[in-house]
């Protein structure tokens, strides 16, 4: 089976588990999408909402079948209610949207809070990722796994430097896309995304935040 009728039959199988819980798929027509909570300011390469109802993905994004993936396996996370993904509710709200407001300046939070909010969301995101690479093993996907790897441990040091810096990355500066700083990441996943050289954060400054 040639790789694109293997994304398609993906794509179908994606389709169907998501419309049996009401969830629509948007295929957004552009590099990155504004993130509706809490005002659509801040752009990601997709999401799964389910108060939206919604998985959406930027298919021009790079990498935008990896994107379907990744937020297909955070549907299921919400399908199976798993402990990584219940963790992140704080109240009526997620710890996700808590730094989004954080980022802002629309809301404080203590050292304590901003570290375990980030840790939750870390533990979501690295759970999410082991998924998308059984998904693809066992949809004999030919992901390059070490390359993957890579590209997300791209984003779990990324909290690091939110957490130093408030700032989310720029429109069209996720930090998977820049080679400078996956080829610095490790292929396997890390213990401690806490402990980064001043060299590494220096480098997401300087192409993530254009500082
Ligand atoms: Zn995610």
């Known amino acids: 089976m040639g790789i694109k009728n293997k994304q398609n039959k993906i794509i179908e199988y994606i389709q169907n588990k998501c419309h049996s819980r009401n969830i629509e798929i948007l295929l957004y027509p552009g590099v990155s999408i504004p993130y509706p909570y809490p005002n659509g300011s801040m752009f990601v390469s997709g999401f799964f909402s389910p108060e939206e109802q919604l998985l959406a993905v930027a298919k021009k994004g790079k990498d935008s079948f990896e994107t379907l993936m990744h937020e ?35 809301i404080e939070l203590n050292k304590k809070q901003l570290n375990k909010y980030i840790d939750l969301v870390r533990n979501v995101e ?16 030919p992901l390059d796994i070490g390359k993957y790897v890579q590209k997300a441990n791209s984003y779990l040091y990324f909290y690091t430097v939110v957490k130093k810096c408030r700032k989310w990355s720029n429109k069209g500066c996720a930090p998977y896309t820049f080679n400078e700083i996956v080829s610095e990441m490790p292929t396997h996943f890390a213990n401690d995304y806490n402990r980064m050289s001043d060299v590494l954060v220096s480098l997401y400054k300087k192409e993530c935040l254009g500082e």
Request: hydrophobic share 40%; charged share 35%; net charge negative.
């Open 126 to 141: 690295m759970d999410c990722e082991k998924r998308v690479i059984k998904f693809a093993i066992d949809w004999d996907y």
């Open 72 to 106: 297909f396996c955070h549907f299921i996370q919400w399908e199976e209610q798993c402990k990584d993904w219940t963790n992140c509710s704080i109240e009526e709200y997620d710890a996700e949207m808590l730094i989004d407001l954080w980022m802002r300046y629309i």
